[in-house]
């Protein structure tokens, strides 16, 4: 391998690693607040019918978590493709045609969910002004308007970084053979 692509191949290593290490935080957060819902849930259950206290407000919370646990895990379900999709043409097109469609995708879709991350602050930034909160514990929305936002903001930003280093990868000759590369890298995989 030329020392450039040579460089290119460590910065997309670090690049990988920094999106592993990212995964890893956003996936443990995402584990801890789904351990919050299941203690919440079994709390509450326990508290309901064995002892006829029910914990207040136990369904809004776990709305909140809920939010917790779907956006913490969209910046690493979409980054490495585990989304859900339908592939019934796959079989139609060879990999390089099928790695350039899914950096087709993957660039719209970062386009689009930062739009979405736009829009997402704009709405909060409503819920603030006008001092929107739950209805039975009062608490404020906007917080976590603005945790959406940001997990929006943050996928959008996970799915251009992927794409530039897939586009490297794909329109790199010497680096999109496997055999010129230590091994074959997702961002987030």
Do not use: C
Request: charged share 20%; no cysteine; glycine share 4%.
């Amino acid at each position: 391998m030329s020392h450039k692509a040579d460089q290119l191949d460590r910065a997309i290593s670090r690049v990988e690693r920094a999106g592993q290490l990212l995964a890893r935080l956003t996936l443990a957060l995402g584990a801890l607040t789904l351990l919050a819902m299941l203690a919440l849930t079994v709390a509450d259950v326990f508290g309901r019918y064995l002892l006829n206290a029910p914990i207040n407000g136990a369904n809004e919370l776990l709305r909140f978590l809920i939010g917790g646990v779907i956006f913490l895990a969209l910046p690493v379900v979409s980054t490495t493709d585990e989304q859900i999709t339908v592939d019934l043409l796959d079989h139609l097109y060879s990999e390089r045609v099928a790695a350039i469609r899914q950096l087709i995708v993957d660039v719209i879709a970062a386009g689009a969910l930062f739009v979405l991350a736009d829009w997402i602050v704009f709405r909060a930034d409503r819920l603030v002004r006008y001092g929107y909160v739950s209805d039975f514990l009062h608490l404020p929305l906007a917080p976590m308007a603005y945790f959406i936002a940001a997990m929006t903001a943050i996928t959008a930003l996970a799915l251009a970084v992927k794409s530039v280093v897939d586009a490297i990868l794909v329109f790199h000759p010497r680096l999109s053979d496997p055999s010129e590369r230590a091994d074959s890298r997702k961002i987030l995989g």
